[in-house]
């Protein structure tokens, strides 16, 4: 069992940056972000592997970039250049196997086995 804690959300403007992280109580070898906003459905943000693959959902590329410290066990997301409609519950994920690195898989929920308690984050216009 893997225990993942998210910290570093908080309110921001449009245009803003924020950057989340997420302690892990163990190794898995992918680590990612999940967002919900009110009343939609989790969407993947971001995933990196250990060995160097990293995928972004379109909405967030170019502004989102995503890294970890595996000495330490930690995820981080950098946001950038943040929009209102970033505005979501941001939820760390991890995961030990293949499915969480596909290209068509990696932002399915059913490829995480283990979650975090979220964290807010609001972009006002």
């Known amino acids: 069992q893997v225990q993942l804690v998210e910290s570093w959300g908080g309110s921001v403007q449009a245009g803003g940056a924020l950057r989340l992280s997420c302690a892990a109580s163990?190794?898995?070898?992918?680590m990612g972000w999940f967002r919900q906003a009110p009343g939609k459905e989790p969407d993947g943000v971001a995933v990196?592997?250990?060995?160097?693959?990293?995928r972004f959902a379109d909405s967030v590329k170019g502004r989102f970039t995503i890294s970890r410290d595996n000495a330490k066990n930690n995820l981080y997301l950098q946001m950038n250049s943040l929009k209102p409609e970033d505005t979501a519950i941001y939820y760390c994920?991890?995961?030990?196997?293949?499915?969480?690195?596909?290209?068509?898989?990696?932002?399915?929920?059913?490829?995480?086995?283990?979650w975090g308690q979220g964290t807010q984050v609001t972009v006002s216009s």
């Open positions: 994920a991890a995961a030990r196997g293949v499915l969480c690195q596909g290209s068509t898989t990696w932002s399915s929920t059913y490829a995480y086995a283990y």
């Open positions: 990196i592997v250990n060995g160097g693959i990293m």
């Open positions: 163990g190794y898995t070898n992918c």
